[in-house]
């Protein structure tokens, strides 16, 4: 829609980010991926005509004010037209927030928030809302909530997958209030009381398996994550580590500067890491731009929910530097979001690029194929707390790095 000259140009901030697996939604965490460095940018309003849409809106709401005998919000009339408008693109990525969706879209990436404690994604071909995993100790851990879960209603309201944002939000709140999460387990529906907390969330966690085998999980790309990871690799180098895993399972992606920045440790100075695509196909050509610090052999686990920045890491370390990635096929979430916001703090998300592996291989719908295939026991086949004793993809990992 169009704005008349006398109206006050808009100041937009343009932030590129990846999301996380269709939306990938931390249940008090957005999590919409920040990609790249903020920009600003000012759109000068047009000195065209009327537009056929605004003159559309207008009769509506002459009608509305004319015969409507309720109360009439134009605020939220506007917002949901909006929400319609962009609705009306079919694309799942592609969306309207509102300010109160802003604030808590910026605040979601600070890693510390209240809430029930689970990663939720919008699974689109069955428009639903479903649990990717819960946060360890979690409220959401701690009343059974697993992986797979659908969810149906919060606080008996129903909700769709294209609905997502306005779930999380639902299940947000002040710490010590509870939440009625409905859900759908093998075709039987269950509902939770879940009492929220004040969730802090560690991104990357580290260990020293057998036969000096370094292993890092990481299970969000946010703000933050690549120093993580360097503070968790020193510690285990400093045990003498000769090779390295790295578990991508369960991981929906984040901000994708994060990513590169992790690849950039393990791959040689000027390599490529990514190749994205806008509208017009025109290419941008990211490089890893530091001396290669991490060079002993590397595995990487992953799965059909590892997905976005997820893919650009496993695409990188596959192609560039041979890496064996070990499990299932990745989700093949590989298209970039640009978040526009506006000058009254509401915003739009909008699907810009297209990214491509090293060897520009499409990851969009398609995902990337394991080295070597492994299936987990059909017990754990829907929850990333698998035991160590029975986590049959970790269990090949260390049998590849012990050759």
């Not at 819960?134 to 149906?152: E, Q």
Request: with cysteine; glycine share 6%.
């Amino acid at each position: 829609m169009e704005k008349k000259k006398s109206e006050s140009s808009w100041k937009i901030l343009v932030t590129i980010i990846v999301t996380a697996f269709i939306t990938f939604i931390l249940t008090s965490v957005g999590v919409i991926r920040i990609m790249n460095n903020n920009e600003n940018y000012y759109i000068k309003n047009s000195k065209t005509e009327t537009s056929s849409l605004e003159t559309t809106l207008k009769n509506f709401k002459n009608v509305l004010e004319k015969k409507y005998i309720g109360e009439i919000n134009e605020e939220k009339m506007i917002d949901s037209a909006i929400k319609g408008y962009i609705a009306g693109l079919g694309d799942p990525y592609t969306e309207y927030l509102t300010k109160e969706e802003m604030q808590e879209f910026t605040e979601d990436t600070q890693g510390e928030y209240v809430g029930i404690g689970i990663y939720t994604t919008n699974d689109t071909e069955k428009n639903a809302i479903v649990v990717l995993r819960t946060i360890g100790n979690s409220p959401a851990n701690k009343a059974g909530l697993l992986t797979g879960d659908i969810i149906t209603k919060v606080n008996d309201v129903s909700y769709k997958g294209e609905q997502l944002s306005e779930a999380v939000k639902q299940m947000k709140g002040k710490a010590g209030t509870d939440v009625k999460i409905t859900i759908l387990r093998n075709n039987q529906e269950m509902e939770f009381n879940i009492t929220r907390e004040n969730i802090k969330i560690s991104h990357v966690s580290s260990d020293v398996l057998e036969n000096s085998i370094g292993y890092i999980k990481i299970s969000s790309f946010e703000g933050g994550c690549a120093n993580e990871f360097k503070e968790k690799y020193n510690e285990i180098k400093n045990k003498n580590i000769k090779s390295l895993i790295i578990d991508l399972r369960y991981n929906g992606g984040g901000i994708v500067n994060e990513a590169l920045e992790i690849a950039d440790l393990m791959v040689p100075k000027d390599d490529i890491l990514l190749i994205t695509k806008d509208k017009n196909e025109e290419e941008e050509i990211t490089k890893a731009k530091k001396d290669q610090e991490i060079s002993i052999p590397i595995v990487v686990l992953v799965n059909e929910y590892s997905a976005s920045a997820s893919e650009i890491l496993a695409g990188i370390l596959k192609e560039d530097i041979n890496a064996t990635l070990i499990g299932k096929k990745t989700y093949g979430k590989g298209v970039i979001q640009t978040v526009y916001t506006l000058s009254d703090g509401s915003g739009l998300k909008i699907t810009t690029n297209e990214y491509y592996t090293p060897k520009r291989n499409k990851i969009n719908k398609v995902g990337i194929e394991p080295t070597i295939e492994v299936n987990l026991p059909e017990e754990f086949q829907n929850t990333a707390n698998v035991p160590a004793e029975q986590d049959t993809q970790l269990k090949r990992a260390i049998e590849e790095l012990t050759k």
